[in-house]
């Protein structure tokens, strides 16, 4: 026997001894069960709600629609779809390509610029409205506080009148991943005109309703106003969080689902009724005078 093949002979041992020395150490189950956490065919779980912001007369009302759709089920929802021309080539390609089965348009409120798009998406895509009581072609009007899903997504119907009367804003809950689609009810760092409503309705809207939400909830507004808003909120109070919100908004030309309801309890001055520098500069002290106070001089400013 030649030295070459005796030491290959000897590898041969070596290797066997290892593999039986493995075997008595392991289980058959114990095997399979560390080949299973490595196996990379495994299914990652992923987050099933899926936003997507469709801007909408940008550089005048500066709207959004939302395309609102469930990973899981395929089923979608589109938000105040009220310019179909830029919205309808976006349900289209996502209803093909994308799959995604369109159950409902939501409405947050009647004004034709967020609901006047109803009947054109409708004659396309043979949708129901679910929405406040006036908007165009309403099928639905859900109760305050009651709930419905898309898929595996839950979402909670949260009547906030004051901008309009038929205003309800929509919570949407899919485990952890939190998002709130406030119309005109709420911007980021903002609140809308109360057209239909008073001080004290808007008050309860941002501050007991919406306030009322998880603290990591995003928010998506009806419109992008935040550098309007920002330029406001910085003649009145200032503090830190407006300077970041200024910053942010500066810097970015879209803001919605970048902030959270946490946040804008410190940057929306509508929702700092007890600020002392808010009172002082209103000259009111009671919550509900001091948003009557800031709404007004923000009309006019």
């Not at 938000?79 to 309808?88: F, K, L, Y």
């Not at 054109?120 to 009651?146: W, Y």
């Not at 903002?190 to 603290?215: I, S, V």
Request: charged letters at 25%; aromatic letters at 8%.
């Amino acid at each position: 026997m030649t030295s070459t093949t005796l030491r290959r002979l000897l590898f041969s041992v070596f290797l066997m001894s290892l593999f039986t020395t493995a075997i008595k150490r392991y289980s058959l189950s114990s095997l399979t069960r560390i080949i299973a956490k490595t196996d990379v065919n495994q299914p990652v779980t992923a987050r099933a709600m899926h936003i997507q912001s469709i801007p909408m007369w940008v550089g005048t009302g500066n709207n959004y629609a939302y395309l609102v759709s469930d990973d899981k089920s395929h089923e979608a929802v589109i938000i105040d779809p009220a310019n179909p021309p830029e919205v309808i080539p976006v349900l289209r390609e996502k209803s093909s390509s994308g799959g995604l089965k369109l159950t409902n348009i939501i409405n947050t409120h009647h004004h034709k610029d967020h609901a006047g798009g109803n009947q054109e998406i409708i004659n396309e895509f043979h949708l129901q409205v679910i929405g406040g009581r006036d908007c165009a072609m309403v099928s639905k009007t859900p109760a305050h506080n009651t709930t419905f899903n898309i898929g595996s997504i839950k979402v909670t119907a949260l009547h906030t009148p004051c901008h309009t009367q038929d205003s309800i804003c929509f919570f949407f809950e899919d485990g952890e991943d939190r998002a709130v689609f406030t119309g005109d009810t709420m911007f980021i760092g903002g609140c809308g005109r109360f057209f239909e409503g008073t001080p004290k309705e808007m008050h309860k809207a941002l501050n007991e309703t919406l306030a009322a939400l998880p603290d990591d909830t995003k928010v998506y507004p009806g419109h992008e106003y935040t550098k309007g808003n920002v330029k406001f909120a910085k003649k009145v109070l200032n503090n830190d969080a407006i300077k970041r919100l200024d910053e942010y908004s500066q810097a970015n030309k879209e803001t919605q689902g970048k902030f959270t309801i946490g946040d804008e309890k410190q940057h929306n001055v509508f929702m700092r009724l007890d600020d002392p520098e808010l009172q002082r500069v209103t000259g009111k002290t009671e919550p509900i005078d001091v948003m009557g106070a800031l709404r007004s001089m923000k009309d006019n400013s």
